[in-house]
């Protein structure tokens, strides 16, 4: 698709490096960084029942990591816009000291901390979209303030966190958003979340930059979710965070993959976000339009009210159902 496209999408490429050591170890524990450093080579190591490495997992994995941490320096110094690490493997689920759900480190969250620490930030947004939620990055920032989560996935469902009342502890309280949606969501009811819970939430909080957590296994064709997203769907949410980082954080926005196992829908829903992510257009770019909570299914409609009552002590500017 790259090779077909990709001269129509103004693209740049940022070159991966292997991250080092200590930046794996802003986010994991040392001892583990360290047990997965011991599989290179090995041709099979089961971590948990369901991931397990191969010989090269963790050069692949580290190249993940390193290169969205040289996309997210260029976004952040103003060299691109925006960008989308095309990465594997995906990284939501990896916890402190534990691989989960096809996950080795969680990219994202030391995406985050790599923007804490060289960058000086305080107020990251992470939105995950992925099918499932991703326990391994709420656990990363529950206490820490320095990061809103705002995580839309089915439920209940692997890996059976992410449940309305997980709102974060401490000093974190009220900075994670969990939105837990029965099986059969599709486009209108994911764009009414953003527009109704999302985007005000990020308004209010006033992020310094956006990272996404960006899965396409809700897509209706994907043979593991259960979700009825189409391309259309993934590109509307794409539109809305575009618009939402040109306002707050100088259009300082960063994918990165995580799952999607349906090939055509995975090629399809990324040519699609990319088209609008190379022709975004601050200056004169239409949102899409407001969908009517309405038009919800009612029990994803119930979902989005739930969510919204759990987060109004924090966010009083939400509008209730």
């Not at 599989?39 to 993940?64: C, E, F, M, N, V």
């Not at 390193?66 to 916890?95: I, M, Q, T, W, Y």
């Not at 996950?103 to 939105?127: E, P, Q, T």
């Not at 707050?248 to 040519?271: I, K, N, Q, T, W």
């Amino acid at each position: 698709m790259l090779d077909k496209q990709g001269a129509n999408l103004n693209l740049k490429q940022a070159p991966p490096r292997a991250a080092a050591r200590d930046e794996l170890t802003t986010n994991h524990a040392a001892r583990y960084v360290d047990r997965i450093a011991e599989t290179a080579g090995r041709q099979s190591t089961y971590l948990d029942p369901d991931t397990s490495t191969s010989a090269h997992s963790w050069d692949a994995a580290i190249k993940a990591v390193g290169g969205l941490l040289n996309l997210v320096d260029e976004a952040v110094e103003g060299k691109v816009r925006n960008g989308f690490a095309l990465v594997r493997p995906p990284g939501h689920h990896a916890e402190y000291d534990r691989a989960m759900g096809f996950c080795l480190f969680n990219n994202v969250a030391l995406a985050a901390r790599h923007a804490m620490s060289k960058h000086g930030m305080d107020r990251i947004a992470i939105v995950d979209w992925d099918l499932h939620h991703g326990n391994g990055t709420q656990h990363s920032f529950y206490d820490d303030p320095r990061a809103l989560f705002i995580s839309t996935h089915q439920y209940p469902y692997y890996p059976g966190t992410g449940a309305t009342r997980e709102v974060g502890s401490g000093k974190g309280e009220g900075y994670t958003v969990n939105v837990p949606l029965e099986a059969g969501a599709g486009d209108q009811d994911y764009v009414a979340i953003f527009q109704v819970l999302v985007a005000p939430i990020l308004r209010a909080y006033k992020p310094q930059l956006i990272l996404v957590s960006a899965g396409f296994d809700a897509h209706h064709t994907d043979p593991l979710g259960g979700m009825a997203l189409t391309e259309s769907g993934y590109d509307q949410m794409g539109r809305i965070l575009m618009g939402l980082a040109a306002e707050l954080c100088s259009g300082r926005l960063v994918f990165a993959l995580e799952g999607g196992y349906s090939l055509e829908a995975l090629r399809g829903s990324v040519a699609k976000l990319l088209g609008s992510l190379s022709s975004f257009d601050p200056d004169g770019e239409a949102t899409p339009e407001a969908v009517s909570v309405e038009d919800m299914r009612p029990r994803a409609r119930k979902s989005l009210a739930e969510s919204l009552d759990a987060q109004r002590r924090y966010w009083p500017d939400l509008q209730m159902l």
